[in-house]
Structure formats: C-alpha cells, structure tokens
C-alpha cells in the first residue's frame, strides 16, 4: 500500500544548527512528492515540491528513490522554522497521502 | 480570492447527531479531499473527488459520506457522530495536473460529546 512515513514526530535544534526532517515513502510507480509546512495559527501550505528542485527559505528535498526517501534538509536553522512539517506523496487519480508530521522547534 | 472556504469553524455535537461540513473553491480546481488531523497521526484522507462527479475513498472513510456537489463545493457529513470523530478537519483543492500544490482551508474543529 502507497504510505508516507515520518520517523520523527518531534525534532528539536538550536538556532544555526542543521536540521533533517525524514520523509520515506512506499510506491511502485514514480512519486510525486512534496514538502508542506504549518505554522502557528496558519493554514498548511506548500513548502518544496521535488519536481522543481528548488530551494524555498533555505530549505532543500532531494529525491532518493533507491532509498525511497524525500528528506527535508536545512543547513542553519532559524526561530521562525518552528512549525509542523508535513510530507505528502501523490499517485493515481490524485489520491493524495500524507504523513504523521514532524514538529520542529529551533530553540534561541 | 478567497481559495479554499470552510464552514463551520468549530463545532460541538453530541454522540448520534449529525451535521455536514461544508467546503468551497473558488480557484476553478478538478480535486478537493477532505482530511482529518489527529495529534501524532498527522493529516489522513478520508475521501476525495479528482472531478465533479466523482468520489472515492481515502484511508479512513468509515462514518463519513461526501457529495461533490458542483465543481466548487465539495461536503463532508457525518450521519451519526461517535467520540473518535472528535478531530480538525481540512478541505483542500487542486488542479488536476502533476506535481500541482494543493490549496487547504482553515480547518473545522469539531468536538463530539
């Protein structure tokens, strides 16, 4: 069955350490994967998507797909990262999973 | 624009009531989901609809029933609400091509009692 795991349900760093949130997913198929992020009080929105390879407020996913991984990497965490971090996979008919979620706190 | 629109934002029922949760887009999307957020198990699709007329089952369906109702609303009801769907509900939205974003409203926060 397509899942989505999060190992870490908490991940707590300083401020200007590096940070890895851990994404790992189950799908034959080729995955589409994102990063999506909630902030205190805010709606949850897009952070990274691994199409694009981009690089959003420092943070960088590569996909791993002999490790079937999309981990979230940011090298010098700030205060304001502190959120909910969610990754989600996409396949067939745009069923749409997520995972149990990482909250990150960046500690002063 | 407004994007993705929740109502109720909170709500109380008792156990046996029933209510639908309702979800509008105005972003002129194929696919809306509805999910539910519980605390350590993250966001879990309980059902989606990839284009007006058509729903399917996510990985939790079992006590909720949905309509997609035209190409911008899409509703969630609950028959016959239990204490274990006591959780925060979120409607999202997106367009039907690859690797597009999904769009999510604020939440509906319901209480069964």
């Known amino acids: 069955a397509q899942r989505v795991t999060q190992p870490e349900k908490l991940l707590s760093v300083f401020k200007g350490a590096p940070v890895e949130l851990k994404c790992n997913y189950s799908?034959?198929?080729?995955?589409?994967l994102f990063w999506y992020v909630q902030y205190s009080r805010q709606r949850l929105q897009l952070l990274l998507r691994?199409?694009s390879r981009e690089s959003i407020k420092g943070f960088t996913a590569d996909l791993n797909k002999g490790e079937t991984s999309f981990h979230l990497k940011k090298p010098f965490a700030q205060e304001e990262d502190s959120a909910m971090y969610y990754c989600?996979?996409?396949?067939?008919?745009?069923?749409?999973?997520f995972g149990a979620g990482t909250r990150l706190t960046v500690k002063p | 624009n407004a994007g993705v629109t929740q109502t109720p934002k909170f709500q109380v029922l008792k156990t046996g009531q029933s209510m639908t949760l309702q979800c509008a887009q105005d972003?002129?999307?194929?696919?809306m989901y509805w999910y539910r957020q519980d605390p350590g198990m993250g966001l879990r699709l309980i059902y989606y609809?990839?284009?007006?007329?058509?729903?399917d089952k996510g990985e939790v369906p079992n006590g909720y029933n949905v309509s997609r109702l035209n190409k911008r609303e899409f509703s969630l009801r609950l028959e016959s609400a239990a204490p274990s769907q006591t959780s925060v509900y979120f409607c999202?939205?997106?367009?039907?091509?690859?690797?597009?974003?999904?769009?999510f409203g604020q939440g509906t926060r319901l209480t069964v009692v």
């Open positions: 691994h199409i």
């Open positions: 972003m002129n999307h194929n696919s």
């Open positions: 609809s990839a284009s007006e007329g058509t729903t």
């Open positions: 799908y034959s198929g080729s995955p589409e």
């Open positions: 999202a939205s997106r367009d039907g091509q690859a690797n597009i974003e999904a769009f």
């Open positions: 989600a996979l996409s396949f067939r008919r745009d069923d749409m999973r």
